[in-house]
């Protein structure tokens, strides 16, 4: 019987179970956090500086799906500066980002400013004295390295805060940070 989870991933943390990197030997581990059963898969990556939804599953096919492009994933974003329409325009209809050295036209997306972060869980990122930021939130079906970073910096907003809130169907809904919560997944 297949399990599944999802969890907050807090700041911090690398989005997997064994660390084979040797320049990486101190960093916190999701099998630092959480005792789950063996053949246990992250789907996808946030990044160590990205917080918020990954899902955890023993079922192969499962994750495949939820890496595919059919599947949406929903990030709230704090930037550097303040968002205007202009900028969503922008990503909307797709920005020119690198990818492994080469240029990469995103696919358009979802975007919205958010006036309202309230779900958000606070952490101090930085003194207001350093500049206005703002939210916003972006929408894609693909993911690729560090996309939604390298989106808001071409656009002149730098990422301060990511913060995943939705996969799909799943979503962060009120779990905390480093919380975990067995969930159904009906069709597998």
Known sequence: MHKYYKIYKPYGVLSQFVNNQNKRRNKKLLSDIYDLPPNTMAIGRLDEKSEGLLLLTTNGKFSEYIRSQSVEKEYHVMVDGIITDTHINQLTKGIDISINGKSYQTKPCK???????????????????????????????????????????????????????????????????????????PHF
């Not at 972060?117 to 003194?127: K, N």
């Not at 071409?154 to 169907?169: A, E, H, M, S």
Request: hydrophobic share 35%; net charge positive.
């Open 111 to 185: 975007a919205h400013i958010l006036n309202d972060i309230c779900h958000i869980e606070e952490r101090f990122v930085r003194d207001q004295r350093h500049g206005k930021t703002s939210w916003l939130s972006i929408t894609i079906a693909e993911g690729k390295f560090r996309q939604v970073r390298k989106m808001t910096s071409r656009i002149g907003l730098p990422t301060l805060r990511l913060v995943r809130v939705r996969i799909g169907d799943y979503r962060l809904e009120n779990l905390t940070s480093g919380k975990i919560e067995e969930i159904n997944c």
